[in-house]
């Protein structure tokens, strides 16, 4: 019954040289170092992209990730939004670093080169976007006084008429996977994948299908394409773990483990709400294994305390039970919503051993 309360309560989160070349930056002293990056962005016959976007984000606790969608629907806003219009005319003149909502942006010159310097070492997010093209991004490790090279591809250009078909076609299976008409859904996007086979976010909708019917096999290889170009998608790593989890490979688990683990967080939140779909799905012993880990990377955030104390209650160790609702009743602030949960918890647990 408590385990049944605290998920019906649980808390869901809404969730160059250095400095003188990165003219027109947000001010993040903290990025600023001596490494450096440089590359091509290319096309799909491997010439140079003029004029596309290199976004850089310094990816580590405290510099949180871009925002992403949290919805289990197929959602491909983001990669969609770079395919909103294609390229037409001449291209405009290559422009200097600027910043956009949290990115440091480089423009590539008519070769589709791009160098960034004056960087920190450490994990960086990389974000390529392209008008017409699909974004790519991926995490790329820096290292001071070191240049690291970068490519991509973006593959192929939509024209109108081909980007309106594939939004027929995706707004078609959509609507099928929320009437949870899977197969139907899946054949959908497979139009989409046969018609544009570098579109690499549709792996994503086919592996929902696949996993809504139980097939987690199939759901695991799709998910594992989507992440080839996103590597350093949080909300993708999670439904990837829980892919792996449900084949029972371990390898995988413990690979998908530490890649959302190595992700970019800006706090326990988006790696809390993987351990309380685990509690969902009645899997305490592997919710209390990962809360552990996620407690020793955030060990001031209250959170994790209250539901590694809710993973010990299930497994019936009230005395670690009662030791994770103290700590988490020391974190958390007054207005956390489990803590009069946690208070009473821990008063009808107190004389029992």
């Known amino acids: 019954m408590l385990l049944k309360q605290v998920i019906l309560a649980a808390l869901f989160v809404n969730f160059s040289s250095p400095l003188q070349t990165l003219l027109a930056q947000e001010a993040h002293p903290d990025w600023e170092g001596t490494a450096q990056i440089a590359g091509k962005v290319l096309d799909e016959s491997r010439e140079g992209i003029r004029n596309a976007d290199v976004k850089l984000r310094f990816a580590a606790a405290g510099a949180p990730p871009p925002a992403e969608a949290k919805s289990d629907q197929p959602n491909r806003a983001a990669a969609m939004a770079a395919a909103s219009s294609t390229a037409s005319g001449s291209a405009p003149a290559p422009q200097p670093?600027?910043?956009?909502?949290?990115?440091?942006?480089?423009?590539?010159?008519?070769?589709?080169?791009?160098?960034?310097?004056?960087?920190?070492?450490?994990?960086?997010?990389?974000?390529?976007?392209?008008?017409?093209?699909?974004?790519?991004?991926?995490?790329?490790?820096l290292e001071e006084g070191v240049t690291t090279a970068y490519e991509v591809s973006l593959g192929k250009p939509l024209s109108d008429r081909d980007l309106k078909k594939m939004q027929e076609q995706l707004k078609a299976g959509?609507?099928?996977?929320?009437?949870?008409?899977f197969a139907?859904?899946?054949?959908?996007?497979?139009?989409?994948?046969?018609?544009?086979?570098?579109?690499?976010?549709?792996?994503?909708?086919?592996?929902?299908?696949?996993?809504?019917?139980?097939?987690?096999?199939?759901?695991?290889?799709?998910?594992?394409?989507?992440?080839?170009?996103?590597?350093?998608?949080?909300?993708?790593?999670?439904?990837?773990?829980?892919?792996?989890?449900?084949?029972?490979?371990?390898?995988?688990?413990?690979?998908?483990?530490d890649a959302l683990f190595d992700a970019p967080h800006e706090n326990s939140d988006m790696l809390t709400q993987f351990a309380l779909m685990l509690l969902q799905e009645k899997k305490a012993a592997e919710a209390d294994v990962y809360l552990t880990r996620l407690i020793g990377m955030f060990p001031n955030d209250a959170s994790p305390y209250y539901f590694?104390?809710?993973?010990?209650?299930?497994?019936?160790?009230?005395?670690?039970?009662?030791?994770?609702?103290?700590?988490?009743?020391?974190?958390?602030p007054g207005n956390h919503p489990q803590l009069g949960q946690a208070k009473n918890i821990v008063q009808q647990l107190a004389n029992v051993e």
Do not use: C
């Open 308 to 332: 590694q104390g809710m993973a010990q209650l299930t497994l019936q160790n009230v005395p670690e039970a009662k030791e994770n609702f103290g700590k988490f009743i020391e974190r958390a």
């Open 97 to 141: 670093t600027t910043s956009s909502a949290g990115w440091w942006v480089r423009k590539t010159d008519r070769d589709g080169a791009f160098t960034a310097d004056g960087l920190r070492a450490g994990r960086w997010i990389v974000q390529v976007e392209a008008k017409g093209r699909t974004v790519r991004r991926a995490i790329v490790q």
């Open 184 to 257: 139907s859904a899946r054949a959908a996007y497979q139009v989409v994948l046969s018609a544009n086979p570098t579109f690499m976010p549709i792996h994503r909708s086919i592996a929902l299908t696949y996993g809504k019917e139980g097939d987690h096999a199939n759901a695991l290889k799709h998910l594992e394409l989507a992440l080839q170009e996103d590597a350093g998608n949080v909300n993708l790593l999670a439904l990837t773990l829980q892919s792996a989890m449900e084949t029972g490979n371990e390898e995988q688990v413990q690979l998908y483990t």
């Open 174 to 181: 959509d609507k099928l996977f929320s009437d949870n008409e």
